[in-house]
Nanobody, 120 residues
Framework: VQLVESGGGSVQAGGSLKLSCVAS?????MSWFRQGPGTEREGVAQ???????TYADSVKGRFTLSKDGPKNTLYLQMDSLKPEDTAMYYC??????????????????WGQGTQVSVSS
């Protein structure tokens, strides 16, 4: 499975961005991760094959996942962005979801990342 992200950019605090991840093949479990400068990669949100979306506490209520099945595309709508959301955002895929809040080790397939920068 090959993954291509897009949609990153620079916004002011309180603004919105929508990230997209296009998968070359069908992925039963798709997730978004992020990694800021000097930090570990962390799970942000996950979408299972059953259509269940789960979110990290830090983004719950602000970020929303959706998926276009026929297009094999996962979207992450990010609203009320904060400076601490600044990071490289990565899309990842696996044959199944292991846990509600994903860990990098759960995913064999990764995109190249898209940068999100939020200024105060």
């Amino acid at each position: 499975v090959q993954l291509v992200e897009s949609g990153g950019g620079s916004v002011q605090a309180g603004g919105s961005l929508k990230l997209s991840c296009v998968a070359s093949g069908y992925a039963f479990c798709m997730s978004w991760f992020r990694q800021g400068p000097g930090t570990e990669r962390e799970g942000v949100a996950q979408f299972s094959a059953a259509g269940t979306a789960t979110y990290a506490d830090s983004v719950k209520g602000r970020f929303t996942l959706s998926k276009d099945g026929p297009k094999n595309t996962l979207y992450l709508q990010m609203d009320s962005l904060k400076p601490e959301d600044t990071a490289m955002y990565y899309c990842a895929a696996a044959s199944s979801c292991v846990r509600a809040i994903p860990r990098p080790s759960d995913f064999p397939y990764w995109g190249q990342g898209t940068q999100v920068s939020v200024s105060s």
